[in-house]
């Protein structure tokens, strides 16, 4: 990057969970869930500081304990299973405006995706401010199969979801037929302030960047900590690494 940019990291941190109760503070590892973000985000030489936004003290003072800023508390009605991202996303830059530190981007660093390269979160910054007209970045890794060959019900039946593609049983072509679909995947996100300002509703806005990573594993169930558990294991010397201040 040629000029500093600059950029917080936000990781997103509710205290309520209905998949994994406790989720944020649940051990991954050595470290709770949200302190692998934490870690990562603060290895990253492009981010300016790094903030969870959470409703919960608990999650307030282990955040603080691995070195994230907890500014503020976010409010309840801002943390519930149906609240929107940019709800949490606003209030988090009206509180920066207030501060009179209101950054360019808003690196997002969901906790649900707690193995990441801190250099790839600076490359996505790089790509993203080399880029004026981007609204947004978005990381994302290739599906093994495309959408094309998934099928759905209907009244007991099997059916095609691309009715459109006039071409016998095409969900019996080879995936090689159908271009190559992407899944996004938490690994990293970012928003310019610009586009969050705009007052247009959603998130990434109409220019979305592709960043495209190795495959992510998303924690959403218990079943999921136990893969995280094991491939930790097979990369312990390199990740370990990162539970260092």
Do not use: C
Request: overall charge neutral; hydrophobic content about 40%.
């Amino acid at each position: 990057m040629n000029q500093r940019v600059s950029a917080v990291g936000l990781i997103p941190a509710r205290g309520g969970s209905k998949g994994v109760p406790g989720k944020n503070t649940k051990r991954l590892a050595e470290l709770p869930l949200v302190a692998w973000s934490i870690r990562a985000a603060r290895h990253a030489k492009t981010i300016d500081r790094v903030v969870v936004s959470t409703d919960s003290v608990q999650i307030a003072e282990l955040a603080r304990e691995f070195g994230a800023e907890t500014p503020f508390i976010r409010p309840a009605g801002l943390a519930q299973d149906t609240s929107p991202d940019r709800a949490y996303l606003q209030h988090a830059l009206d509180f920066f405006r207030e501060e009179g530190r209101e950054p360019e981007y808003i690196v997002l660093l969901r906790p649900t995706t707690p193995i990441r390269e801190p250099a790839r979160i600076d490359d996505a910054l790089r790509t993203i401010a080399a880029r004026s007209e981007a609204t947004s970045l978005r990381s994302v890794h290739p599906l093994p199969e495309p959408p094309q060959k998934m099928m759905g019900i209907a009244d007991g039946w099997l059916t095609g979801l691309f009715p459109h593609d006039s071409r016998p049983e095409y969900y019996n072509l080879p995936r090689q037929s159908f271009p190559t679909a992407y899944q996004p995947n938490g690994y990293v996100d970012i928003v310019t302030r610009h586009w969050l300002r705009s007052g247009a509703p959603g998130i990434f806005g109409p220019k979305v960047l592709a960043y495209v990573t190795e495959v992510a594993v998303e924690v959403d169930t218990a079943d999921a900590f136990d893969l995280l558990d094991f491939q930790i294991a097979r990369r312990r010397p390199a990740l370990l690494d990162l539970s260092n201040p």
